[in-house]
């Protein structure tokens, strides 16, 4: 398989595709929260999805759909809903499939956010969970033998940057008709798992895909749903199968927001979609700049680091990720590298001396970022549950930038050196 991302394709599929050639070049923003319709009729057709203009901004408007358009051909994908953040993508999905009495498969580590979702809220409206390593084969054909409806799992782990065997995972949800969701947010362009045989991909459009950090936002992706034989009509997916025989080839746009949207409103604004598309244009060169950067900062902190601390990559021939690095990930993981102080004085004392990283729970962001991960993000996490996620006391977790890949190693150096 040839794994490796064509930047100049999307250099030119983004920037074309994004804002208009004749009238105003940048895309317009639409911000108004209701829509006048032509006649009774035209309204009975928008209500019926018959005919194809803005019903009323809760269930979408053309600013969002503009940027829908563009994620869906950048992910490979048929159709997508713009949210109002990234985990407003993730409990739409959820939610519009999953029902009280139905359990998620939750393959490998995940961020915070998304990990509180699971094991907290969804647990209070009586969807369980169960959680394995990304490669506990067992454990998750033992799982998708027993009918489950979705699996949720995240292109790269954050911050254990543990690599999955995505297209065995892909594989094997298509062998027993289960749906899988992958957060692909670190891996935008480097990784397109619907093109691969997901139905699902969401993203924080807050992170890589807007690089600004101007802008709130999270997106999800679907496959187009197959005219015969899709996996939604299994039987596990009674409930929903009225829609998908009146909807067809896009189904998967009324499943979540007549389950979804509709109801609990995650619905992105018009100017937050606006400022997703103006960072999204300029995605491919910053991706592939970042990426290297990342690379070559971890060679660097590996080789001249002193001891005490240590930086983890999959690109770095200790890692345990390695061989899978260079085989899927040819040209990159994402933004994120990790270093482990040892101790949380440690961290602490190295975080503090850095002069041009910026401290905060970001990623994938223009700017370097570091931060502490037990006492933030995972400070109300047990022991067992950070054990899990690959998270310890002297871990700090880094997103690489676009400044001078060289400024930032010697920033991470000179702090080193000063605890
Ligand atoms: C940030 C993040 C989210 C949540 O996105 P928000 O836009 O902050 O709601 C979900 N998944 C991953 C991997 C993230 O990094």
Same mark, same amino acid.
């Given at each position: ?98 029902? /009280?009495? +139905? ?101 924080? /459009? ?32 009674? +409930? ?90 040819? +040209? ?88």
């Amino acid at each position: 398989m040839n794994n490796t991302t064509d930047f100049n394709y999307f250099n030119t599929l983004l920037v074309q595709n994004i804002g208009n050639s004749v009238g105003p070049i940048a895309p317009t923003i639409t911000p108004s929260a209701a829509f006048g319709y032509e006649n009774a009729e035209e309204a009975e057709g928008i209500f019926a999805a018959e005919v194809n203009k803005p019903l009323y901004a809760r269930v979408g408007n053309p600013t969002n759909a503009k940027l829908e358009s563009v994620v869906a051909k950048m992910e490979g994908g048929f159709a997508s809903i713009a949210t109002s953040s990234g985990m407003g993508a993730i409990s739409m999905v959820v939610t519009a499939f999953l029902n /009280s009495g +139905d359990e998620l498969l939750c393959i490998g580590g995940f961020f915070g956010g998304t990990y509180a979702l699971v094991n907290e809220t969804l647990k209070r409206f009586g969807i369980s969970n169960s959680f394995c390593t990304v490669d506990d084969f067992t454990h998750i054909e033992n799982t998708l033998k027993r009918g489950i409806k979705m699996v949720l799992m995240e292109s790269v782990g954050n911050p254990s940057l543990t690599l999955p065997d995505v297209q065995r995972i892909i594989d094997l949800c298509n062998k027993y008709e289960t749906l899988l969701m992958i957060d692909n947010t670190p891996t935008p362009l480097l990784l397109r798992p619907l093109t691969m045989g997901a139905d699902i991909v969401v993203h924080s /459009s807050t992170k890589n895909m807007s690089g600004h950090s101007a802008a709130l936002g999270g997106i999800a992706v679907f496959r187009e749903v197959k005219e015969a034989g899709d996996k939604l009509l299994n039987d596990k997916y009674a +409930d929903i199968h009225k829609i998908v025989k009146k909807m067809g080839k896009k189904a998967f746009i009324p499943i979540c927001k007549k389950r979804a949207i509709r109801d609990y409103g995650m619905t992105a604004n018009a100017f937050g979609s606006f400022m997703t598309m103006i960072g999204l244009e300029t995605l491919s060169l910053r991706v592939e700049r970042v990426n290297k950067s990342v690379e070559a900062i971890s060679l660097l902190l590996d080789a001249k680091l002193p001891q005490g601390v240590s930086v983890n990559h999959p690109c770095l021939s200790s890692s345990p990720d390695n061989a899978r690095y260079k085989s899927d990930f040819p +040209d990159g993981c994402g933004p994120l590298l990790t270093l482990d102080c040892g101790t949380k004085e440690r961290a602490f004392k190295l975080l503090n001396h850095l002069k041009l990283v910026i401290l905060t729970a970001n990623i994938g962001d223009n700017r370097t970022l570091a931060l502490h991960m037990t006492s933030t993000i995972y400070s109300d996490f047990d022991e067992d549950a950070r054990a899990f996620l690959g998270v310890h006391e002297g871990l700090i977790r880094v997103s690489i930038g676009l400044e001078d890949p060289r400024e930032i190693a010697e920033d991470f150096l000179q702090a080193a050196h000063a605890i």
